[in-house]
């Protein structure tokens, strides 16, 4: 996959896509990451890339010019992908969105800034405008770093097994299940013993009990539309009213 990242801060990238898993993607040629400085593609004297909002109000607004002339020249002659605005007013970015990112041949990565970018570079420009949550950053760079590390692992070859990103949390609508590593006891807590004993059915229950269970304590709302049995829906049942009873006593 061919990932351009449109910023006027290249910079900040360099440290995140030369690292740990995106950093070996990219060695091993599995994904490609050029970050595009927007600045040189202004036509202003001083290479400004912003201006006063028409209308008046606070802050600075990006301009269109610079972002399509860049955009241009990051698309080339043959461009076959989708070009991407990380915005607060996007749709959310979920496993299975990031899923379906990895099927794209390119992608396009528009960083915005300041109060925000000229709606006409948008129209131009954007396939599609995307957020990683409901919260203001100072730019849409760490949200396209956000972006390109989710949508990799997807993309066959860049973590070390095949299954790993089907057995992370979201990936079934469900949070992970608690994972423990060597020593098997430490401040006198003990790993749970069924997965000492090598029974790997009963392993597997119990990871999809223990990934109710999270799911129930920390984000109840995904259990609405998770796909579960209705043995699974009786135990979530069975862990509401635990967890009332212990409320009471």
């Not at 990238?13 to 990219?26: C, D, H, Q, W, Y």
């Not at 006409?120 to 760079?141: F, N, P, Q, V």
């Amino acid at each position: 996959m061919k990932i351009k990242i449109l910023t006027i801060f290249p910079e900040m990238f360099e440290s995140v896509m030369n690292a740990s898993i995106l950093g070996r993607a990219r060695e091993q040629g599995l994904i490609t990451v050029e970050c595009i400085d927007i600045r040189p593609f202004s036509d202003r004297k001083h290479k400004n890339t912003d201006d006063y909002p028409f209308g008046g109000g606070a802050g600075m607004v990006m301009m269109a010019q610079p972002i399509m002339a860049a955009m241009e020249t990051a698309m080339g002659e043959n461009f076959h992908g989708k070009r991407i605005f990380m915005g607060p007013r996007g749709s959310r970015l979920t496993t299975a969105k990031a899923r379906e990112l990895s099927q794209e041949q390119e992608l396009i990565l528009l960083c915005g800034h300041y109060e925000g970018v000229d709606q006409r570079a948008l129209d131009r420009c954007i396939d599609e405008e995307i957020s990683i949550g409901d919260y203001i950053l100072t730019g849409g760079e760490l949200a396209a770093m956000v972006l390109v590390d989710c949508v990799s692992r997807f993309i066959p070859g860049v973590l070390g097994s095949s299954e790993s990103p089907e057995e992370e949390s979201f990936s079934d609508g469900l949070l992970e299940y608690p994972q423990y590593t060597r020593p098997r006891e430490i401040a006198g807590m003990e790993v749970p013993e069924v997965l000492l004993n090598g029974d790997h059915a009963k392993i597997r229950a119990w990871r999809r009990q223990e990934s109710l269970r999270a799911t129930l304590r920390f984000r109840p709302d995904l259990l609405e539309s998770a796909p579960l049995t209705d043995k699974e829906r009786r135990m979530v049942e069975e862990m509401k009213d635990a967890c009332s009873q212990e409320s009471l006593s």
